[in-house]
């Protein structure tokens, strides 16, 4: 059986041949700040992370590295329901900018079980990118899993009134990405515009902000 650090060599020299160098210096000049890239693109990237689905530790090796297409493609391959909890919180500690916040709430993470209460306990956090995270792995939730109730966000609304006065950009778009999402299910649209007026009193910029992004697409 072939070695998962054979396998990692050899996915290296497979990414090497797609090497972009405009595009890593655009994410550079967007903040996706990774020790190494290649700017391989994500629909490349998805395509190479079919051919190792289902191996799973080849998918936690890749994590450990410090190139950007190693990372994505370890959310991109790895089990979500085959996760330990030291290898989930690997996962959520190792996150540190947008892109694989994203990448990782709409790959993996919103798939964990109990997924719910892992977004519930990382909203708490104060970390940056493991706040945004939660909100991506919320948001996310709300759109594919039409399993689960509408009651069973309504838990998250107490913790959106601390968030709300965070003043980071990503949080801000994250949590009205979350926001959005949770609306759209009929019973909770009330609450949500509830909520974005009552922001006004914490954060009038962030309230502004929120009425642009989620208001306005869930009243027309």
Request: glycine share 4%; proline share 1%; hydrophobic share 40%.
């Amino acid at each position: 059986m072939e070695k998962v650090a054979d396998k990692y060599k050899l996915l290296l020299k497979h990414l090497r041949t797609r090497e972009n160098g405009p595009v890593v210096d655009s994410m550079k000049r967007l903040g996706l700040n990774y020790k190494r890239s290649f700017g391989v693109s994500l629909i490349d990237l998805k395509a190479i992370a079919k051919e190792y689905a289902g191996e799973q530790n080849l998918a936690l090796y890749l994590w450990q590295k410090e190139f950007r297409e190693t990372k994505i493609l370890s959310l991109m391959i790895a089990n979500a329901q085959q996760l330990d909890e030291q290898q989930i919180n690997d996962y959520i500690s190792g996150i540190n900018n947008i892109e694989l916040a994203e990448q990782a709430a709409m790959n993996l993470l919103s798939k964990l079980p109990n997924s719910l209460d892992y977004a519930y306990k990382w909203s708490k956090k104060q970390d940056e990118y493991v706040r945004v995270t939660a909100l991506l792995v919320l948001s996310r939730i709300a759109l594919t899993d039409k399993s689960i109730q509408a009651q069973s966000f309504e838990p998250f609304f107490e913790l959106f009134y601390e968030i709300a006065k965070d003043e980071n950009l990503h949080v801000k778009k994250a949590l009205g990405r979350a926001l959005l999402q949770i609306g759209r299910h009929e019973n909770l649209k009330e609450k949500v515009i509830n909520f974005v007026n009552e922001v006004i009193k914490i954060n009038e910029e962030t309230a502004a902000w929120l009425k642009e992004e989620v208001v306005y697409f869930l009243e027309n």
